[in-house]
């Protein structure tokens, strides 16, 4: 691999890439040099070749020699302080020393780099510089990062990296093949040490960044902050470090002039608790992936808290899978315990993203990238957040989480981020714009002034012979790049009609136009006649043998395809003998044809280029005599035989449909008459668009100006083309077979016609609208005087106005099946019987109109449906009436309109509905409160539903009733023993069955237990010792109390439930002894019932049987009414109906 990479560096390397265009332009001088002026012999050749290898080896000796300074300059600015630092530096003793070692060191490293074939000194690669507090990890991070740094020997500040003077106190330079990353010191980062000589110091590296490597100091700042050192700040340290961090990175923006990219990294994330126990399954490539975010250029620290939070989900979900594949406890409790250590991290990073990175209006935000976690190494004791909130919230000792750490150190999440986010974003940073302008204007003059240069010098050189040899080499390159495309083209037989490829080659052979000739007409050395004449000679030439073959081939096959349509194969036969000299040529019916069938096969705009330049290369075709082409006899005999057959009136009407007066009428199409206002109502239900319509020569300006004009022109026409039909055949030009046959054609006319708009009347339909709102707003455009059906059908009226000026027998059927469409908007001229008078239509819009307001009375907070139907006389059954007795389209529009109108007013019966049973005065509500978890409902539930709630939800009047009463009622059948939703005037109800049989329900509740309408809920029963029961026992109901099992068992109880004393008790005990089974509460009774079981006794009785500690016994009630709630109850197990919008 390594060798790969040298050899690819060697091939791109700019000495290698020149030495090849300089190879290649000297082969190209050589070869093809004397076909120029002056360069016939070897001698200029090989001067001219020697100056291409002098200028490559100038321009890349300056290049490198450029570099070398650069890298010289680097050198010194790396070893030398800057201007403010420099009195702190000479005070120190051994600081010459320090220098003239270090410069020794970068020498030795930029030679070792200059000696590399990657063709990339040190300004070439991007910069990157790192800051962050001191320890924060910035070296172990570049250290463990995977990058290749060339420099292997190994010295204090490790492999691959240069230190300033004094260690670090200024920076570390780090070389690697990918860019130069500099570490900088951590104290020009917090500047708490000495402020001044750090900032001195800090501002002074800048400037040497500045002066060293103008073009572009810097691609990005990465920063890098230890996340122990902010988990376990205060929240004032926290916001130093910061703002310190703010102001270093404002401080490179202004005094570099640049908008750098910033990536934040967050180290030493091993020292998160059960940090090494999460990630210990991953393997070396799974170590090197980017944990963390990269932010959208268009956002910035705002998008931190949402990117940690998938952070932590993705945590979430892996948490099952780390669980199952740890076996060891201890770290099962790390690995469980990590996602909330991350979690716990929330607070303290976003504070300090934020704090760090917002911007204002003075002071823009910087240009954050991303921000991300990572571990170079593990060392050192791992932070358990959590454990320390817990023992700082109960005051107990934190002890120290167990160090499960590897036995070696590994890097996670620094490779892939260094070498393919940031390193991969090296061209982020903004240029600085004064330069830029500058580079340009220098690279536009240079341009400039190296094409005025060279247009004078051949001008001066070449004014004669220059342009003659020209003109030749283009018409011999010309020829040379035809003959290429001929190669590929078919001359005979013909199989295919390859037009566009064909009108590409034609184009490039057609003559152009005359040019004013120069010097080399004035010295007589001017081709320009012959290679004129040669040219148009090839174009002819081409036009004979390759357009005219397709032409007649593509009319062959054309007869071949459609021999059951004899107008269409009289059409092409004639054609076809024209072309093959077999009949008089007429360039303009001959054009017209070809134009015809290539506008059916090359439609549209696109397309329109290509049939102009067909049509302008059969014009210079049919410019000329045409040679002999050999015809298919048997192909014309048998189109003869078939199209004979055709009636004189048919080929005639086909006559009239191929003139040009056809061709120009427009098509009238439904957008015409609509407009984009009213298009955006009607659609195609065929899939076609409403800018398709009926061909001009099928609407009434077609037979005035197409049809009824040249009609007798058209006879003639047919009359002299006996040749096509290949027998002398007499055809009338006068008298009444001339009117006859007329009719004739007048009657073939109107057949199409009248099927062609039917079928386009058939497929015009309304567009669908959504909601009701929607219906609202389209009902009422179409029911309005402004209506586009009222438009569209004036339009479609008006282009069937086919009355000419005089009568014509043949179109009286046209004319009458179209009537009722034009009376719907006819409108009686003045004085005429029914001047001034509504049109039919008008009537229908009114029909219309009022079923939109229905609709929008019966919007929410407007009328109820069933009271808008009554009041308005339900428009849209009458609009399914009025359908009936009108023509197409309207009768599809008013069965749309009433299908939209009902459709509407279903919506809003149930938005009514389902407003008024979630409104504050509607039983949603309390029904949840009484029924959900509540006890009868829920015989589980612990607590009772309250009586007065009770009674105000299910009493007769009550919420449910008095809702049902003027929401539902007319929408249900409650006439048999089910109830049925049911329709209203069209109008789907708003409550579905399950929610039908959830009121039916209520209802029985409400029968039950409010008997004759009360108010309050009454149950009559009576109770009555068991002779069968096992053992003796005392029922409690309240303050009554029954014996049963006993020789003196108590006489029989009538009670009523909730009765005076509200029954808020009931017990059963055995003998003497306490109750066994005891219940309290407003439902006591029911919840003593369901201690036990009933069961049918006879004679309308239910025997009571409850069974506690052993021992058994039983009562006998008797319900005051068939219908009671003592065996079934329907209370259980109710559910509250449901009524949702639409």
Known sequence: MQGLSSLAALLLNRWTSGLAGVATAGLLVWYLGPLLPGFAGPLPRALLILLLVLLWAGVNGVLSWRTRRRNRALAAAMTDAAGGDRPAREAEADAAEEVAMLRDRMRAALARLGARRDGRGLYERPWFVLIGPPGSGKTTALRNSGLHFPLEAEGEDGPGA??????????????????????????????????????????????????????????????????????????????????????????IGERLKLRLPVYVVFSKADRIAGFDAWFDDLDREARAQVWGATFPLAEGVDSFAGEFRLLLERLDRRLVERLQAERTTARRGLIAGFPLQVASLARPLTDFMLEAFTGSRLAPAPFLRGAYLTSATQEGTPLDRITGLLARSFGIDQQRVASLRPAEGRSYFVAKLLREVILGEALLATHRPGRIRRQKLLRLGGFAAIGLVTLAGAALLWQAQAANDAAVQRAGDSLAANRARLAGMVLDPVTRDDLPQLAALLDAMAPPPPAPEGAAAFFGLSQAGKLAEGSRLAYRHALERLLLPRLVWRIEQQMRARFDDPDFLYQATRAYLMLGGAGPLDPAVLRGWLQADWQARFPGTLNAALRGRLLAHLDALLAEPLPPVTLDGALVEAARATFSRVTLAARVHGRLRATDAAARLPAWTPAMALGEAGARFFLRPSGRPLTEGIPGFLTGAGLREAVLRDLPAATRAVAGESWVLGRAQEIPTEGPAVAELEQ?????????????????????????????????????????????????????????????????????????????????????????????????????????????????????????????????????????????????????????????????????????????????????????????????????????????????????????????????????????????ARSLGGVAPPADAATVAAFQRAATIRAMFFPAGGAAPQLHFSLAPDPTAAAAATLRLGQASLETGTTAASAGLTLSWPGSDGMASAALAFGSGPPAIETHGPWALFRLLDQGTAQPAGTGQIRLRFAAGGRDTAFLLRPGSARHPFARNPLRGFRCPVIRQP
Not at 173 to 185: G, H, N, P, R, S
Not at 202 to 223: A, E, S
Not at 969 to 975: G, I, K, L, N
């Open 162 to 251: 240069i230190g300033g003077v004094g260690g670090t106190r200024l920076c570390d330079w780090w070389f690697a093949d990918e860019a130069v990353l500099i570490d900088t010191a951590g104290r020009y980062t917090t500047q708490d040490s000495d402020a001044v000589v750090d900032r001195a110091g800090w501002l002074g590296f800048l400037d040497i960044l500045r002066r060293t490597r103008p073009r572009q100091p810097l691609n990005g700042i990465i920063v890098v902050i230890s996340l122990p050192t902010l988990a376990a700040a205060e929240v004032a340290e926290r916001r130093a470090h910061a703002r310190a961090i703010r102001r270093r990175i404002d401080e």
């Open 744 to 980: 004739a054609v007048l009657a073939l006319w109107a057949t199409e016609a009248q099927q062609a708009w039917d079928a386009l009347l058939g497929d015009i339909a309304l567009a669908p609208v959504e909601g009701r709102e929607g219906s609202i707003e389209s009902l009422y455009v179409l029911g309005s005087p402004q209506s586009p059906m009222r438009d569209l059908l004036a339009a479609i009226a008006g282009q069937l106005a086919l009355d000419p000026p005089a009568p014509e027998p043949a179109l009286a059927g046209i004319a009458a099946h179209f009537q009722a469409l034009r009376d719907l908007t006819a409108r009686p001229a003045a004085g005429q019987p029914g001047a001034g008078q509504p049109t039919p239509l008008d009537g229908v819009l009114r029909l219309i109109n009022q079923l939109q307001q229905a609709l929008a009375q019966a919007s929410p907070g407007g009328a109820p449906v069933p009271a808008t139907l009554q009041a308005a006389g339900d428009p849209a059954q009458l609009l399914l009436a009025e359908a009936g007795r009108q023509p197409a389209p309207l009768a599809l529009w008013l069965r749309q309109i009433a299908a939209t109108g009902r459709a509407g007013l279903s919506s809003a019966a149930r938005a009514a509905a389902a407003a008024a049973f979630a409104g504050s005065d509607g039983p949603a509500a309390l029904c949840r409160s009484v029924v959900n978890g509540r006890y009868p409902f829920d015989s589980s539930a612990a607590e009772d539903a309250p009586i007065d709630d009770f009674i105000r939800l299910f009493a007769p009047g009550g919420l449910l009733d008095s809702f049902f009463q003027s929401e539902l009622r007319p929408y249900v059948d409650t006439s048999g023993e089910v109830w049925q």
